[in-house]
């Protein structure tokens, strides 16, 4: 889907319905305006609504920065920055007005609130073709409820509806109960999925089908703890689909190549592209050529021990023999480095012996130099033709199958026990270990706890660390015993209620009764 959004028309469109329901906007001349009564006449005109809800996703404040990447990652053992950056939300002095994810906050509202609206359209609209109907309604469903997932996991309770508001009742609006909330999204899925494809063709990889829309029911019912749900709908994805892991863990993530970036182990990824709909995301897990590598001011030598001469005749610094050699092969290190493991899981002594993800997702030396700073190899980049710094191609993988087989081994252990659990994840670490180092003789607890690292090792750094602790209940234990460098220290400040985020300051300006329910403000009050 690398072409979804390149008409302007979209852009209005939306904008209009942000402020369509304002009365003295409604009074004005609307001959040659963009209308709910003048669009939505025809199948590419339903496409075309889809395709910017799409394109809201790939907004800084969500996929495209580290805009969920702070709330998902950031303050948890896995992801921290290589100097002293993003401290507020690393070492957990959030408040109203401080790192209070209004940002996000808002997008993910701007995907409610054109998802509702599209929806209101095209439902039950017979100018439609009944298959463009199904689909575009299909993808509205997924997208809404991939929203308030966000929503619901950073605030809890969050402002909900199902129509479109005026103005006034929008700003009056408090909120809902999450449970009621993730019920409805669930039945949306549940159509969600009796409307969408199987797959798609080359040209639309990158939209949701029915085996997405599985997934994020799964990952509703996951942390509601509603094990055999959960479990049905992984079994489903795991069983029917045509998704596969892939037999080399790296492969997973090679995104070399802009025109072959989707492979058959992702179910749903936010689909970049440079130029167009680019991606930043990347900048942060890139190193900078400033820091790196180690010892980076001393004098250079080469593999033979000669010393590495400037064509004047002067030696040149370990740094620029370093660059020099990454641009020979068209690299170089122009990225943050804001998002780089944390000490112990960048130390392979820290991994179980022979697990070859180590090497696909950790990095430590690069060319024969020792790096300064660890990277996640598995979302850096340094190619500089086909991905420059601010101007990325790389998706941002949302779900993929070795996730869906975590999560029916989890179920499966908190319905009955490991014994059925055992294959789920035996069959993610055969590609891990080789020879293959399968579970087995676990109690449940035993399972339970094992589970908490097979997680974090699979899936490091991918966006689903930090609930995933949250859900377990033992985000404060693990950040308190995790080690940071010495620009942060969490332990410090983290409080039972840091596991949600506090309704933004901004927020609460405009509409004073979303403290109605808890004047407390998720107890940041």
């Given at each position: 889907m690398k072409n979804i959004l390149k008409n302007k028309i979209l852009l209005v469109l939306l904008g209009f319905f942000a402020i369509i329901s304002c009365d003295e906007y409604l009074e004005e001349e609307l001959r040659d305006a963009i209308t709910p009564e003048n669009f939505f006449n025809n199948d590419k005109e339903a496409e075309l609504a889809v395709n910017g809800i799409y394109t809201l996703y790939h907004n800084n404040n969500l996929y495209r920065q580290r805009g969920l990447d702070d709330y998902n990652l950031s303050g948890a053992d896995e992801v921290g920055p290589n100097r002293n950056v993003n401290g507020s939300i690393h070492n957990y002095l959030i408040a109203e007005g401080t790192a209070d994810g209004n940002g996000v906050w808002s997008q993910l509202y701007e995907v409610v609130n054109g998802t509702t609206e599209f929806l209101a359209n095209i439902d039950g609209n017979e100018k439609i073709s009944e298959a463009a109907r199904n689909q575009a309604v299909g993808e509205l469903l997924f997208l809404r409820a991939l929203a308030f997932f966000h929503l619901t996991n950073l605030w809890g309770d969050v402002p909900y509806f199902r129509e479109m508001l005026n103005p006034i009742e929008a700003g009056e609006l408090g909120r809902y109960d999450k449970d009621l909330i993730r019920t409805d999204m669930k039945e949306d899925l549940t159509r969600a999925i009796s409307l969408l494809p199987e797959s798609y063709s080359s040209a639309d990889?990158?939209?949701?089908?029915?085996?997405?829309?599985?997934?994020?029911k799964a990952k509703f019912h996951l942390f509601d703890k509603e094990w055999a749900l959960?479990?049905?709908?992984?079994?489903?994805?795991?069983?029917?689909?045509?998704?596969?892991?892939?037999?080399?863990?790296?492969?997973?993530?090679?995104?070399?190549?802009?025109?072959?970036?989707?492979?058959?182990?992702?179910?749903?990824?936010?689909?970049?592209?440079?130029?167009?709909?680019?991606?930043?995301?990347?900048?942060?897990?890139?190193?900078?050529?400033?820091?790196?590598?180690?010892?980076?001011?001393?004098?250079?030598?080469?593999?033979?021990?000669?010393?590495?001469?400037?064509?004047?005749?002067?030696?040149?610094?370990?740094?620029?023999?370093?660059?020099?050699?990454?641009?020979?092969?068209?690299?170089?290190?122009?990225?943050?480095?804001?998002?780089?493991?944390?000490?112990?899981?960048?130390?392979?002594?820290?991994?179980q012996d022979g697990d070859l993800r180590y090497d696909a997702t950790i990095v430590t030396e690069y060319l024969g130099f020792e790096l300064a700073f660890p990277y996640y190899r598995k979302n850096w980049n340094l190619?500089?033709?086909?991905?420059?710094?601010?101007?990325?191609?790389?998706?941002?993988?949302?779900?993929?199958?070795?996730?869906?087989?975590?999560?029916?081994?989890?179920?499966?252990?908190?319905?009955?026990?490991?014994?059925?659990?055992?294959?789920?994840?035996?069959?993610?670490?055969?590609r891990a270990f080789d020879p293959d180092q399968p579970w087995s003789g676990m109690s449940q607890s035993e399972f339970r706890e094992a589970m908490y690292s097979e997680r974090k090792f699979e899936l490091a750094a991918e966006g689903h660390r930090k609930m995933d602790l949250i859900r377990w209940g033992i985000l404060l234990d693990v950040v308190k015993n995790t080690e940071h460098r010495s620009w942060n220290n969490p332990a410090a400040n983290i409080q039972p209620y840091h596991v949600l985020l506090p309704v933004p300051q901004n927020q609460i300006l405009l509409n004073a009764n979303l403290l109605d329910s808890d004047p407390t403000n998720n107890g940041y009050r």
């Open positions: 990889l990158g939209r949701a089908t029915k085996w997405a829309a599985y997934a994020l959960a479990k049905s709908d992984c079994d489903a994805i795991i069983n029917n689909s045509h998704h596969t892991l892939l037999d080399n863990f790296a492969d997973v993530f090679n995104q070399l190549d802009p025109t072959n970036s989707i492979n058959n182990e992702h179910i749903f990824i936010i689909d970049f592209k440079a130029d167009e709909l680019n991606t930043t995301r990347t900048d942060d897990y890139n190193p900078r050529i400033r820091d790196e590598p180690s010892n980076r001011n001393e004098n250079a030598f080469d593999e033979f021990g000669n010393p590495v001469l400037k064509s004047n005749g002067t030696q040149m610094k370990r740094w620029e023999y370093f660059q020099s050699l990454m641009l020979e092969q068209e690299e170089d290190m122009t990225g943050y480095g804001w998002a780089i493991p944390l000490p112990e899981i960048a130390d392979r002594d820290n991994w190619d500089q033709v086909n991905s420059v710094r601010y101007n990325h191609h790389e998706n941002y993988i949302v779900f993929r199958l070795a996730d869906i087989y975590l999560m029916a081994a989890e179920a499966e252990n908190e319905l009955n026990g490991p014994a059925n659990a055992y294959p789920y994840v035996n069959k993610v670490r055969e």
